[in-house]
């Protein structure tokens, strides 16, 4: 057994713990960039701040399929390590990382290209396109550099090092806060960029970020060496990759799109609903990082063991983390409730905004242990090759609760009916992820047993 496949061996609760923790600092310091973005863009007014709302989802999407493919390399690096085979694992882990690049070359061309026709669909008007444009035109730039530097997390996911991980996030973010102030609304006399001061912070964090994973990856079992990849490896190699990173990644992208429509159907309450959504938005997004950290960590633990044939500790993995998804979502969401005001406050002292931002929050908030739910059984089904499986639940729940929901009752609800409609879905597409994994990890091991 390779020293690679550390997850096989010891207490599960342990590895859940030691591979969480570090990627709760790193999402984390990750999501902190939405929220300083935010901060700083919102001091540049009401329109910038509900153009930003209008770009949230689309960027989400975007980096959705990033982390697609970085499951797909999570998955083929931690199975392969997991069966004993560092060789395959290695050539699986740099073809990745090339096509992580290839990826967001293609993506960046195509968001170019549809611009426009994609944000008059989520109903932007004249002021905010331009808006918008400003920012998204150098932020499609530099989306290769995302990319990338999502493969090279997934080869270090993929082998268990979460801390290292974590530190390229915290690297990332750390540019980011120090570049935000100075690019968006200037500093030191240098008058600032506005919004597209913020794309240009991204794209220098990813960049430094990249360096430096590149630098921590030599210290792994798997570095970052061209000369590993096997040529008759490589049309394999891809296959598996796109048989896990292009389901994982519309499923992942699934919940970005289902959001893009709500956000339109919010922007039809008017500019003010849309700005309290948003920045309610940003809020969620921070509370629900041990939910993120934990649905990667598991992808891990379970391609490991499932590599290795150890089915009874990939389904102990996966109890475990449904407990603590189920405890932490209604403890943050108690939290969130009773402060939104507070939380509102720190985003906008308009009236409107603030009251949107706690009506939100009120309905939305008891849906976080079911997100949770959702999330981490989608990664333990994408670190198992179940991709599809992962994909079809998460286009149940956008597409046969969300939306159905979210346009029958608007008429009489208001905006509330969308806060409704993604708590319905949230609670729903939780519970039936949840029994599906723990069906498919079931007979698996019954098969064995047998």
């Not at 007014?45 to 493919?69: H, R």
């Not at 395959?88 to 882990?93: D, E, F, K, Q």
């Not at 049309?235 to 994982?248: E, N, Q, R, T």
Request: proline share 3%.
């Amino acid at each position: 057994m390779s020293d690679g496949a550390k997850l096989t061996r010891g207490d599960i609760r342990g590895h859940l713990v030691t591979q969480t923790t570090p990627m709760i600092i790193g999402v984390a310091a990750m999501m902190s960039v939405g929220l300083i973005d935010a901060y700083f863009i919102g001091q540049l007014g009401s329109a910038e701040l509900a153009a930003i709302a209008l770009i949230f989802p689309i960027s989400i999407a975007l980096s959705s399929l990033g982390i697609g493919v970085m499951v797909g390399i999570n998955s083929v690096v931690s199975r392969s390590l997991g069966a004993g085979d560092i060789e395959n694992a290695a050539s699986r882990g740099n073809i990745g990382i090339a096509f992580a690049l290839i990826v967001g070359i293609v993506m960046a061309a195509i968001l170019v290209a549809l611009l426009d026709p994609l944000f008059t669909l989520m109903q932007a008007d004249d002021e905010l396109m331009s808006i918008i444009r400003t920012y998204m035109i150098p932020y499609a730039m530099g989306f290769p550099l995302i990319m990338v530097m999502m493969g090279i997390n997934g080869v270090m996911r993929g082998q268990g090092e979460a801390r290292r991980a974590s530190y390229v996030s915290i690297c990332y973010a750390a540019a980011n806060w120090i570049l935000d102030p100075i690019l968006i609304t200037g500093a030191f006399g240098f008058e600032g960029f506005g919004i597209a001061g913020a794309a240009y912070a991204t794209n220098t964090g990813w960049a430094i970020a990249i360096i430096l994973a590149l630098f921590l990856l030599k210290g792994t079992a798997l570095p970052f060496n061209p000369a590993a990849i096997k040529k008759d490896q490589i049309a394999p190699a891809i296959k598996a990759l796109s048989s896990v990173a292009g389901p994982a990644g519309f499923s992942n992208a699934i919940n970005p799109i289902g959001l893009s429509v709500l956000t339109a159907l919010v922007a039809t309450q008017g500019q003010d609903a849309v700005a309290g959504f948003g920045a309610a938005g940003r809020i969620q997004s921070f509370a629900i990082v041990p939910l993120l950290a934990l649905s990667g960590a598991i992808g891990s633990i379970v391609g490991q063991n499932w590599g290795a044939s150890q089915f009874d500790r990939a389904q102990q993995a996966m109890r475990w983390a449904a407990g603590f998804s189920i405890v932490y979502g209604m403890v943050v969401a108690v939290v969130l409730v009773a402060a939104s005001g507070w939380f509102a406050q720190i985003f906008s002292d308009n009236p409107a905004v603030i009251e949107e931002f706690s009506r939100y929050l009120a309905i939305a908030a008891w849906g976080y242990a079911g997100f949770g739910l959702l999330i981490v059984s989608n990664g333990a089904l994408n670190s198992v090759g179940k991709a599809g499986w992962a994909l079809a639940q998460s286009c149940f729940r956008v597409f046969l609760v969300m939306m159905p929901i979210a346009w029958l009752l608007r008429p009489a609800w208001g905006s509330d009916a969308i806060y409704t409609a993604e708590l319905a879905a949230n609670v729903i597409g939780g519970t039936i992820a949840l029994v599906l994994v723990l069906r498919i990890l079931g007979q698996k091991q019954s098969s064995r047993e047998a």
